[in-house]
């Protein structure tokens, strides 16, 4: 049992090694604006809020009532950078229950003309964020992984001053968050993957020149692999104004003009602006050709340019046909990783230079897919896009329990969490399907049967071009599940001779191959991928003993000679590609284990290779992926 007294002092302590020392005197530097963002599918009017910034640890809780939020010297606080996860690198049962921390950004407006509105972007706040501007709440959100926007009130809002930024940070997760709280059987602290608190990904401000991007798609149409294709083009704007303004919006595509149009967009409302592009002869973007196109929007007031829109799309269909996965008419076989944003030193909140090398790693062993349990940094979509990755595209509605399920208030966070990764991440042609969830019930009711329902219904009517999945729980006692009707797609979760299973239904992996067949028998026009599969290893030893890397050899390659006999099988995911944090004491059914590492990474968290790596990426290769016939 965790007490309050042990959680304050290793946080404490843990504050002393994650951020820098305390900067002295009354006053903090406003600094480390920069023009533009990290990844190049955005607005031309983003500024990175970068530089210094400042964190203050809240275990007690006092914060609010301290008014940590009105305080203008740095005394109590520390110097850091952002992104930033505050408990990195601290393996404690107190660092995965979490608590609250503060931020804070001092900064100068970029451009103090004062007809302009300003917005800030948050790409991803684990979990619970409210939002100061000088002392002035403006907001606050639920959710991490993916962004969240807020409008900076011109009232409060310094044109020539400096604005102090304030964001209240709070990471104990309940059990109806994603992913859910809970305790093991030994009462540890669990919760899907580790539990980094703080600003993971970056933060932007945004300025609006009287009319802003709302949103913008880019959507193709290919009716056949040697078809001309047509290319929706759409883009929603706001009007910031206190009346109603012409507006008009153009882009470049494929080497042509194009207008959207010229519409009156009423006083603090919305108008959208749409036109389609007929392509001939099209480059058509797979993973052997990654083929993009560039769309440039421009939005005009008065003639005047006052925003612009950059982004890159590629031209290609992707369906379920009489259960096989095509894309651009081919039937997939595909062979890829799952993975998480984690790194040694700086947790989920990762650099470029770390997601560039989880990408290039992830085509380095042969794979054409990769997976998380939650949508990837903007950055990653782009990579995948360029260098031909496929994305099985997740929300992190992970192993919640069923009373939790039924609630409203969860499967309305659920849909708007699966609405906002449809919006955010549509225009990438990586994206291969939408995925709703991770091992809820493998004996799903009728409560899952709603949830299932509604999030297909969801998802279709705001992309219709894509199939809709679910990654499930590989137990030969779950049947056939009507429930699963709705899915295109069934993820399989298969650890058969790894983990015993209830009553140990799967401890055995001569099963595998009839388990399999039944699956296909259940859902025959459904695309059928194995989700996941993996075994631990940390050592050499006996090619029978768990844990080994013997083992692990021993594991991929029956695992993957059995998916490759089944040519039905849409593909093969294999979990994961390196070793991540997960909770103090998980072995992972290892029986020599290193918590709290997961270690089926075929990389380990340092990178090195594990002798199995060498083994899937030779039987990745040799398998034809991309058509599959």
């Known amino acids: 049992m965790i007490t309050r007294r042990q959680l304050t002092h290793a946080l404490f302590l843990l504050a002393a090694i994650v951020v820098a020392a305390a900067p002295t005197g009354p006053a903090f530097a406003a600094d480390g604006i920069t023009r533009g963002t990290i990844y190049r599918d955005a607005p031309d009017n983003r500024y990175l809020l970068g530089g210094d910034w400042l964190f203050r640890l809240d275990t007690a809780g006092a914060g609010l009532n301290a008014k940590f939020q009105r305080e203008t010297g740095t005394e109590g606080w520390t110097k850091t950078t952002v992104p930033n996860a505050w408990n990195a690198g601290d393996h404690s049962p107190e660092s995965m229950v979490g608590t609250v921390a503060w931020y804070r950004k001092d900064f100068r407006l970029p451009d103090a003309r004062s007809r302009l509105n300003w917005i800030v972007r948050f790409e991803s706040v684990n979990y619970r964020s409210r939002v100061w501007l ?95 294709a047509t290319v929706l083009l759409r883009m929603t704007v706001r009007n910031y104004e206190d009346r109603t303004s012409r507006v008009s919006v153009g882009a470049s595509f494929a080497g042509r003009r194009v207008r959207l149009g010229t519409k009156g967009v009423p006083a603090r409302s919305f108008a959208t602006f749409q036109t389609r592009v007929r392509l001939a002869k099209p480059r058509l973007w797979s993973p052997a050709t990654p083929s993009l196109y560039r769309a440039r929007f421009t939005v005009r007031l008065g003639g005047a340019k006052v925003v612009g829109y950059d982004l890159h799309t590629g031209v290609r269909s992707i369906k379920v046909v ?162 699963y009707a709705p899915l295109d797609v069934i993820g399989v979760n298969e650890y058969f001779g790894w983990y015993p299973g209830p009553n140990g239904q799967i401890a055995d992996r001569d099963e595998l191959p009839n388990f399999l067949d039944d699956v296909r028998q259940c859902y025959p026009k459904k695309a059928i991928l194995v989700s996941e599969f993996g075994a631990e290893a940390n050592r050499s030893g006996p090619v029978e003993e768990k844990g080994t890397f013997e083992y692990q050899q021993d594991f991929v390659n029956y695992h993957l000679g059995v998916h490759v006999t089944k040519p039905w099988l849409s593909g093969s995911i294999y979990w994961a590609l390196q070793e991540f944090r997960v909770r103090p004491n998980w072995d992972g059914g290892n029986p020599r284990p290193n918590p709290p590492i997961h270690e089926k990474g075929l990389l380990r968290f340092d990178g090195s290779k594990k002798p199995a790596w060498f083994d899937v990426q030779r039987l990745f290769v040799a398998t034809p992926q991309l058509d599959a016939g």
């Open 134 to 228: 000088n002392d002035r709440p403006i907001g606050r959100n639920t959710g991490a992984y993916l962004p969240f926007s807020l409008r900076l009130p011109r009232a409060a809002l310094k044109r020539n001053g400096v604005n102090r930024l304030v964001i209240r940070v709070d990471n104990r997760r309940l059990r109806t968050d994603f992913p859910p709280s809970g305790l093991t059987g030994s009462g540890d602290p669990a919760g899907g993957w580790w539990n980094y608190g703080g600003l993971l990904r970056e933060v932007y401000l945004q300025r609006v020149d009287r009319i802003d991007v709302s949103s913008v798609l880019a959507r193709p149409d290919l009716p056949c692999a040697t078809c001309a």
């Open 322 to 483: 009489d259960g096989r996965l095509l894309l651009n008419g081919k039937r997939l076989q595909l062979r890829g990783v799952g993975l998480h944003e984690d790194d040694p030193v700086t947790g989920f909140a990762l650099t470029s230079a770390r997601r560039q090398q989880i990408i290039a790693q992830a085509k380095e062993i042969g794979g054409t897919v990769i997976r998380a349990h939650y949508p990837l940094h903007p950055e990653m979509h782009e990579l995948a896009d360029s260098q031909g990755l496929l994305i099985w595209s997740e929300i992190p509605v992970y192993a919640i329990k069923t009373p939790y399920l039924k609630r409203l208030e969860v499967r309305k966070l659920a849909a708007r969490e699966l609405e906002q990764n449809i919006v955010a991440n549509q225009n990438h042609p990586s994206v291969m399907l939408w995925s709703i969830g991770n091992e809820l019930s493998a004996r799903p009711g009728p409560v899952q049967a709603l949830y299932i329902s509604a999030a297909v219904r969801q998802a279709r009517a705001l992309d219709p071009t894509r199939p809709i999945g679910l990654a499930v729980a590989g137990y030969r006692s779950a049947g056939c599940r009507p429930q």
